[in-house]
């Protein structure tokens, strides 16, 4: 997995699996991209790593359901009620990875 020349260790992915920290802020530390830090946490990538530490669990959902901040029961018009995403930053498209997304 990587960014550029930029590889990641088999230390950094295990703190990718332990760590509480979003997606977002993951890919800015170990300077991969958002998906790749998905794709490490859901089992998608490097699965053969710590199998011991559990994966999150991928979200099942149709392939023509268009997820995005605006669809989401927290979104207040402008903004999410939690204080993230910052889709100016992040795009709509960070619903995808939002554990609190709720249609």
């Not at 990587?2 to 920290?21: A, F, M, N, V, Y």
């Not at 927290?74 to 100016?88: A, I, T």
Request: charged share 30%; with cysteine; glycine share 4%.
């Amino acid at each position: 997995m990587s960014r550029g020349h930029r590889k990641l260790t088999d230390e950094q992915i295990t703190e990718i699996l332990l760590t509480t920290t979003s997606d977002s802020l993951a890919s800015r530390l170990y300077g991969v991209s958002r998906q790749a830090v998905n794709n490490i946490r859901t089992g998608k990538s490097f699965r053969e790593i710590r199998p011991d530490i559990p994966r999150r669990k991928l979200r099942v959902k149709p392939k023509d359901l268009n997820i995005s901040c605006l669809k989401c029961a927290h979104w207040d018009q402008e903004r999410c009620s939690f204080g993230f995403p910052d889709p100016v930053s992040e795009g709509m498209q960070a619903a995808e990875d939002c554990a609190m997304y709720q249609l």
